[in-house]
């Protein structure tokens, strides 16, 4: 059993996940790269080890049950516990997505991968992370999930286009989070939400203003925290981020 730090990043293979699994491998831990694609998966290990990074390959689709399953019996071998899962996956769904035009098939689609996928890698990996002396789960949302910010001023609304697949799938990713929470009260897992900011990335065809390096800062700080730290939040950079 390895004593090591371990961590998983879903979607790892690009963007913010790759910056994510890139920052908590230069704090020395061992990273594992969870994506479906096999050929970007082992090119992001390779980058990341010929960074000095101890990364690892972890086949994973979100949306599949036995593969979760699969990536879980794979680090319980590779390491036999888990220190922190950061659920990054993430699909917009494309856009436009008007609510009065939207096919509800798009709709299904996105909450597969956005929720449905994070509760079924989450309820995967629990065993290995109740096995951790601080276990921490991050699940990456966004500002557009906040209803707070939805409802705001025309001046101060941040949340991007009218979406109504993506960003709904934040707000119920969030409301999941607070579930997980409270479930999780007295065990000494932390689980958070952060948002990356609007980050250049092909998810929004790379018109974000942000770096992937700057967006991975939030998971970073979430995965990192004391044994004393929060629970049930939602963060950005500049700290808590209204529901």
């Known amino acids: 059993m390895s004593e090591r730090t371990i961590a998983l990043v879903t979607g790892a ?5 790759y910056e994510i699994a890139a920052g908590l491998g230069a704090l020395g831990w061992s990273v594992g790269v969870g994506a479906r694609d096999d ?3 082992n090119a992001a290990v390779e980058k990341l080890r010929a960074a000095g990074v101890d990364a690892f390959g972890v086949p994973l689709d979100v949306t599949d049950d036995a593969s979760a399953t699969a990536a879980a019996r794979l680090i319980e071998e590779q390491a036999g516990h888990l220190d922190v899962l950061v659920n990054n996956a993430a699909i917009t769904g494309g856009m436009p997505q008007e609510p009065s035009r939207v096919d509800p098939a798009t709709i299904r689609t996105v909450v597969e991968t956005n929720v449905i996928g994070v509760i079924r890698v989450t309820n995967a990996m629990l065993p290995l992370l109740r096995r951790s002396a601080s276990p ?4 990456m949302s966004s500002s557009v999930g ?3 910010r939805q409802s705001g001023t025309a001046a101060g609304q941040t949340t991007g286009p009218v979406a109504v697949a993506y960003a709904p799938s934040k707000t119920f990713l969030n409301a999941v989070t607070l579930q997980y929470a409270r479930e999780l009260s007295g065990t000494n897992i932390l689980i958070n939400a952060g948002c ?3 980050v250049a990335t092909d998810l929004n065809g790379f018109r974000g203003v942000r770096t992937p390096e700057q967006g991975a800062g939030i998971a970073i700080k979430l ?3 004391p044994d ?3 629970t049930g939040k939602f963060f950005e950079d500049a700290g808590v981020l209204p529901w």
Not at 13 to 17: F, S
Not at 136 to 139: A, D, K, L, T
């Open 196 to 198: 990356p900011g609007y």
């Open 39 to 41: 050929q970007r998966r």
């Open 146 to 148: 906040s209803l707070t």
């Open 13 to 17: 293979n690009k963007g913010i996940g």
């Open 228 to 230: 004393d730290g929060p």
């Open 136 to 139: 921490r789960i991050v699940n």
């Open 223 to 225: 995965a990192t925290l």
